[in-house]
């Protein structure tokens, strides 16, 4: 068989319930780059939270980050490393909006960066910083981030998605979902990010074909990444408003180790 290029997106998709590798998927995936597949992580996490999943399966790919925002080999220098990140006068603009709408915490990330601008604990995907050295603004943000989240009320997300867009800034705007706990999500991030481009990135890099390309993902952010691949895959547990536009759907769910069962049958394990 021709080596393949195996993208997996990890929660909902990669990862169980518990938001853990499972022992199956591990073997399966471990076995595939034994015989010549390679595999790569393309996540909406940041780079903080997902290199532990990252050693777990042993990769020397690079990885994809914030939905395709940052591409990296981690724990080295990569030449090819790839990142896109909002001018520092967009996040000064979107630091005002404080002052019009009950943002309850709004989050700086970046490669190696994290900063809020008031303390918080309990946000899924973010670590707990109940005491902060030092808070998100205007003169402490020295490095270009990659994204800006805002967490606040459901009922006012679209008056701030709309103010925010009213800015005129090359940005796009993308909700979290049930991901972002008790709160809604809007996250900031410059235009034309998404994993189908990070992922055509580095295929090149790789030399892999496009027509060699599995990916698999459960949700909004992955739609682009599962029409580029040549086989793209969603989860039987995947988010119902994607299905009409997704190549195939497999009948498993990320509980039931579907990536990795697809795996077996399709490699011939």
């Known amino acids: 068989m021709t080596p393949k290029l195996i993208a997996l997106d990890l929660d909902g998709t990669t990862l169980n319930q518990d938001g853990k590798l499972s022992i199956l998927t591990k073997q399966v995936l471990q076995k595939a780059q034994a015989v010549g597949h390679r595999v790569v992580i393309a996540t909406g996490r940041p780079d903080s939270i997902s290199e532990s999943i990252y050693d777990e399966l042993h ?7 914030f939905n395709g925002a940052l591409v990296h080999i981690p724990h080295q220098q990569w030449q090819y490393e790839h990142m896109q990140t909002l001018a520092l006068q967009t996040v000064t603009a979107l630091l005002t909006l404080r002052e019009q709408f009950p943002i309850k915490v709004m989050v700086a990330e970046g490669k190696k960066l ?5 303390p918080y604990t309990n946000i899924p995907f973010l670590p707990d910083m109940p005491n902060p050295e030092r808070l998100l603004s205007a003169t402490t943000l020295q490095q270009a981030p990659i994204s ?4 606040i009320e459901e009922q006012r997300t679209l008056d701030l998605r709309a103010a925010i ?4 800034f090359p940005v796009s705007v993308q ?10 999500a809007l996250e900031v991030v410059t235009q034309n990010i998404n994993k189908a481009v990070a992922l055509d990135y580095v295929a090149h890099k790789l030399g892999f074909k496009q027509q060699d390309v599995i990916a698999f993902g459960d ?3 992955d739609l682009e990444m599962l029409n580029y691949a040549g086989l793209g895959i969603a989860m039987k547990n995947a988010n119902p408003k994607i299905l009409d536009r997704v190549p ?10 579907g990536v990795a069962h697809f795996l077996a049958d399709y490699l011939e394990f």
Do not use: H, K, Y
């Open 219 to 221: 949700d909004d952010n």
């Open 59 to 65: 990769l020397q790919t690079p990885m994809i980050n």
């Open 114 to 118: 994290l900063l809020a601008d008031r």
């Open 248 to 257: 195939r759907q497999i009948s498993l769910t990320n509980a039931e180790d």
């Open 165 to 168: 867009q009213a800015q005129n």
């Open 148 to 151: 800006v989240t805002m967490f």
């Open 175 to 184: 909700s979290w979902g049930s991901w972002s706990g008790e709160n809604a």
